[in-house]
C-alpha cells in the first residue's frame, strides 16, 4: 500500500461531488444564468450556493481520503451492472420497434444472465411467464402504449 | 362532535364496495411485494404507483395508502422471517423477531407483529382525525420562512437518520437539491441544467429516481460476487397465537410504542424510522428482560412494530395539511396528489373533505385489512419469500422498465432510469445512502421557490430566519438534531442501529 489515499471511498465520493458541483456552476456561467442579488434571485443563485456548498464537502472529503484510513470498497458487481443496465437501455430503445413480445424476454433472459445459478430452462419460463403476465396486465388491462408486436414488424 | 360528522363523512366515501375493493387490493397487493425481500415501501409504492393513474383521486390514494402499509407490514414479515429488512424502519424488528424465529417462534412473532401495528394504526388513525384540522390551520400562518425551515429540519433529520458518514449524507442532500432544480425555472421561465433536452424541460420524474436508485441499483447490489443471500425460513410457522404470558408481555411495549411512534412520525425527515428505533432502545431500557433482548424477546418486536406503523399513520400529518413531504414515501403520496390534480397542503381538508377524511377512515379499514389478510395468508408470504432471487429481480426489472415507460409514454424515462441505477449503486458503494438525496430531490424546487419568497418579503435580510418564532424553533430543533450526533451516547447507538443494515 503506497497510495498516499488512505480511503478510496471518501477520495471518489469527494471527487464526484467536486465534479457535480463544479459541473453546474461551469453549466451556469456558460448558460448565462442569472445570479441576481438575496431580494430578486435569479435562476443561477439557489443553484450557485448549493454548487459551492457541494465543491467544499467534496474538499473536505478529499482532504480527509489522505488522512482516515478507510474500509476498501470491495467486488463491483460487474456482471450485474452491464446485464442489467444494458438491457435496460435497450429496451428502451427498442421496445416501440420491436415490441415486447421480443424485448420482454430480452430484458429477462439477459438479465437473469447476470446470476450465478442461471439455468436455460427456468429463465426461458420466466421470460415466457412475464411476457404473458406484463401483456395481460399492462398493455390490455392498463393500456399502457407499446406494441406487442413492433413497428418493424408492421405491428 | 365535528369528529364524529367529519368521520362520518369519511366513512360515507371510504366504505363504498368500490373503494373498499380499492383498500383491500392496495393492502394485499403491497404486502404481495412488500413481502419480496429488499423491496421497501419506496421501491413498492414507485412500482405500483402507475397502476392507480386511472383511478379517481380518493380511489388512488386510498389505494396507495394501502399498499404503503401492506408493503412496510410486508417487510416486517421478511425481517421476521428471513433476516432481511426491506427498509430502514423494519431493521430493529429483524433483531428480535429473527431471533424468534429461530427459536420456532416465528408465528407468535407474527402475530405481536400484527397486533402492535393493528393497535397503533387505529390510535395514529385517531391523533391524525383529531390533530390534522388544527394543524392545517396552524399551517396557514406559516410564512416561506417557516416552509423553508421545516424544509431545512427535514433535510436535517434525514441527514442524522442516515448510515454512514454524516459529511456524505449531507453531500447526497445538497446533491438531490441540486439535481431537483433541474428543468424550467419557476420565477423565470428559462431553463435549467437541462443539457436542450426538451424531456428535461418539466424536470426529472421523482418515481423515475426512486426505481433507479431503490430498483435497479438495489438488484445490481444483490448480484454482488459473494452475496449469497442466505436468509432462510428457519423453521416451519406452527402456533400463530401468542400465550397468556406473551400478552401480558406485549401489552406496555406496544403502548409506549405507539406514543413513541406517532409523536416521531410527525417530525419531517423521520417518518417511521426514528420511532421504532426509539422504542426499542426505550424497551431495551425499560423493561425487566431487558437481557433477554437480542436472543427473542417479545417485546423487542411488540414496541418497534408498534411505532413503525403508528408513525407510517402520523408521517401522513405534515403531508396533508403543509403539503411538506417529510420522507420518500411521502412524496410519492404527494406526488400522486398532484398528478391526480389536487396540491396536497392546508386547503385540502376544507376544500375536499370528502378526500381527507375518506383517506384517513380508509387508513383504519386498511390497516384492519391488514389484520384480516395477513394472519391467515402466512402460508402463502411464505412461499413468496422463498422464491429465488434468480426469479425475481428479472421480474422486478421487467415491473421498473414498463412501470417507468408508462408515467410519461416515454423512453427517455428508461434511459433515465437506468443512469440512476447506475449512480445508486455507485453511490451505495461509496457508502452513501440515497434516501436522503431522495427527499432533497423533491424538496429542491419548493426550498428555491420558498427562499425566493422569504427574502423578497425580508428585503434581503436573512435574519428574518431568526425573527419568526416558527422558524426559528425549526431551526432550533435541526440545530438540536444535528448537534445530537456529536454526542457520543447517541452517536454509539446511531452507529449500532444501522449495523445490521448494510
Not at chain 1, 90 to 111: D, E, H, Q, W
Not at chain 2, 306 to 319: D, R
Not at chain 2, 387 to 408: D, K, M, T, W
Request: include cysteine; charged fraction near 10%; hydrophobic fraction near 55%.
Amino acid at each position: 500500500m503506497t497510495s498516499p489515499i488512505r480511503s478510496m471511498k471518501e477520495f471518489l465520493t469527494g471527487i464526484i461531488y467536486m465534479t457535480i458541483g463544479s459541473g453546474a456552476v461551469l453549466i451556469s456561467v456558460l448558460g448565462d444564468y442569472k445570479i441576481g442579488n438575496a431580494v430578486k434571485m435569479g435562476p443561477a443563485y439557489f443553484p450557485m450556493v448549493l454548487s459551492f456548498i457541494l465543491i467544499f464537502i467534496g474538499l473536505i472529503s478529499l482532504i480527509r481520503s489522505f488522512i482516515k484510513p478507510g474500509t476498501p470498497i470491495g467486488a463491483f458487481a460487474v456482471n450485474g451492472l452491464v446485464l442489467v443496465i444494458i438491457p435496460t437501455v435497450l429496451f428502451g430503445l427498442l421496445a416501440r420497434k420491436l415490441g415486447i413480445i421480443v424485448m420482454l424476454p430480452f430484458l429477462v433472459i439477459v438479465s437473469s444472465y447476470a446470476s450465478r445459478q442461471f439455468r436455460w430452462g427456468p429463465a426461458l419460463a420466466l421470460a415466457v411467464g412475464m411476457t404473458i403476465f406484463c401483456t395481460l396486465i399492462f398493455i390490455k388491462g392498463l393500456g399502457v402504449p407499446l406494441p406487442i408486436l413492433g413497428s418493424w414488424f408492421g405491428g | 362532535m365535528e369528529l364524529i360528522a367529519n368521520l362520518g363523512i369519511g366513512l360515507g366515501v371510504a366504505a363504498t364496495p368500490i373503494n373498499l375493493l380499492y383498500c383491500l387490493a392496495g393492502v394485499f397487493l403491497g404486502t404481495l411485494i412488500g413481502v419480496l425481500p429488499g423491496l421497501g415501501p419506496t421501491a413498492t409504492i414507485s412500482m405500483l404507483l402507475p397502476i392507480t393513474f386511472s383511478l379517481p383521486p380518493v380511489s388512488a390514494l386510498i389505494m396507495l395508502a394501502g399498499i404503503y402499509y401492506g408493503s412496510q407490514y410486508g417487510g416486517s414479515t421478511t425481517s421476521i422471517l428471513v433476516n432481511l429488512p426491506g427498509e430502514a424502519a423494519s431493521v430493529v424488528t429483524t433483531i428480535d423477531g429473527y431471533q424468534m424465529a429461530r427459536q420456532g417462534r416465528a408465528g407468535v412473532a407474527l402475530t405481536t407483529a400484527a397486533i402492535g401495528s393493528f393497535f397503533a394504526g387505529t390510535v395514529a388513525t385517531l391523533l391524525l382525525a383529531l390533530f390534522a384540522p388544527p394543524l392545517a390551520e396552524v399551517a396557514l400562518k406559516f410564512g416561506p420562512a417557516d416552509y423553508f425551515s421545516l424544509m431545512v429540519l427535514g433535510l436535517v433529520a434525514s441527514v442524522v437518520l442516515a448510515h454512514g458518514s454524516l459529511l456524505h449524507a449531507i453531500g447526497m442532500v445538497v446533491l438531490g437539491l441540486l439535481l431537483g432544480l433541474i428543468g424550467s425555472d419557476v420565477t423565470s421561465g428559462g431553463q435549467r441544467f437541462t443539457f436542450g433536452l426538451p424531456q428535461l424541460a418539466d424536470g426529472i420524474g421523482f418515481v423515475v429516481v426512486a426505481m433507479g436508485m431503490f430498483g435497479l441499483s438495489e438488484i445490481i447490489r444483490n448480484l454482488e460476487p459473494g452475496d449469497d443471500r442466505a436468509g432462510l425460513v428457519t423453521s416451519k410457522i406452527t402456533r400463530l397465537m401468542p400465550t397468556k404470558e406473551d400478552w401480558k408481555r406485549m401489552v406496555k411495549p406496544i403502548l409506549r410504542g405507539t406514543a413513541l411512534g406517532s409523536i416521531l412520525g410527525i417530525l419531517p425527515g423521520s417518518g417511521s424510522i426514528l420511532g421504532s428505533f426509539a422504542a426499542y432502545s426505550l424497551e431495551k431500557k425499560l423493561s425487566k428482560y431487558s437481557r433477554e433482548f437480542g436472543k427473542g424477546a417479545i417485546e423487542g418486536v411488540a414496541a418497534p412494530e408498534a411505532a413503525n406503523n403508528a408513525g407510517a399513520q402520523t408521517s401522513f400529518i405534515p403531508m396533508l395539511t403543509l403539503g411538506i413531504p417529510s420522507n420518500p414515501v411521502m412524496a410519492l403520496m404527494a406526488g400522486a396528489m398532484i398528478i391526480q390534480g389536487i396540491q396536497p397542503g392546508p386547503a385540502v381538508i376544507t376544500e375536499q373533505p370528502a378526500l381527507f377524511w375518506g383517506i384517513i377512515v380508509s387508513m383504519w379499514i386498511g390497516n384492519l385489512f391488514l389484520v384480516i389478510l395477513n394472519l391467515p395468508l402466512i402460508g402463502i408470504w411464505v412461499r413468496i419469500i422463498m422464491v429465488p432471487y434468480r426469479f425475481l429481480y428479472p421480474a422486478i426489472l421487467s415491473f421498473c422498465a414498463i412501470g417507468v415507460f408508462s408515467l410519461n409514454n416515454s423512453e427517455f424515462d428508461i434511459f433515465l432510469m437506468a443512469l440512476f441505477g447506475l449512480l445508486g449503486y455507485l453511490f451505495i458503494k461509496l457508502d452513501c445512502e440515497p434516501a436522503p438525496m431522495l427527499l432533497a430531490f423533491i424538496l429542491g424546487p419548493l426550498m428555491e421557490e420558498y427562499l425566493r419568497r422569504a427574502m423578497l418579503m425580508s428585503r434581503g435580510n436573512p435574519m428574518v430566519f431568526l425573527q419568526r418564532p416558527i422558524s426559528a424553533t425549526l431551526l432550533l430543533m435541526a440545530l438540536v438534531a444535528i448537534l445530537l450526533v456529536f454526542i457520543p451516547a447517541f452517536s454509539k447507538t446511531r452507529e449500532e442501529a444501522f449495523v445490521d443494515e448494510g
